[in-house]
């Protein structure tokens, strides 16, 4: 696969990581990604774009990561239902894990990578406006938003362990591929 596939397929699979970006978004992100491969980038050799594209992938599962662990510590005080209550704490757990696994395969990449898990403008207004929700409203908002994250994330991560450039960060992609599909299936199930 060449450089310049393996950036245009990340940044696809990156723009659907982010919990709660819509289709629309998605497709523009792709086509812009596009539009910049076509500008000469190298396709024969793995370079800086190569590590982009992986530094891309880490930046978006930790900002995934960290979006995950905030909405859930909301549900903590906000929510009224304690098997809504239970999910976040078990998302709490596994999202803190899956930071520390990210950390390593990241750290284990070559070049070793750092991921930034600042909040995309996206998921701080989603935050924002789980935050001023209370009751069974917040529950649920948190639920719907708990189902799209994860469904996103899922399909990203399948993505790019199937196509990702760096070994280290397909394997946590391919660990983590199992345990996003227990916690779609656990929000599946909860009942505002």
């Not at 774009?49 to 905030?70: L, M």
């Amino acid at each position: 696969m060449t450089i310049r596939t393996t950036i245009i397929a990340s940044t696809a699979l990156l723009a659907l990581t982010a919990c709660g970006r819509n289709a629309d978004t998605a497709q523009t992100n792709a086509a812009t990604t596009a539009q910049a491969g076509d500008t000469g980038m190298a396709t024969t050799s793995p370079g800086p774009a190569a590590a982009s594209a992986a530094q891309s992938f880490a930046n978006a599962a930790a900002a995934s990561d960290a979006f995950e662990i905030a909405t859930s510590q909301a549900a903590l005080s906000k929510s009224t239902s304690t098997s809504v209550k239970a999910y976040a704490q078990k998302m709490i757990d596994a999202h803190t894990a899956s930071t520390a696994k990210l950390k390593t395969a990241a750290a284990e990449a070559t070049p070793a990578l750092t991921p930034n898990p600042t909040l995309n403008p996206e998921q701080q207004q989603k935050l924002d406006q789980l935050k001023s929700l209370s009751g069974t409203a917040f529950d649920q908002a948190y639920i719907a938003e708990q189902a799209a994250g994860h469904q996103q994330t899922l399909d990203t991560l399948k993505a790019y362990a199937a196509t990702g450039d760096k070994p280290a960060l397909k394997m946590f992609a391919t660990n983590l591929i199992p345990v996003v599909t227990a916690h779609l299936n656990m929000v599946k199930g909860l009942k505002a």
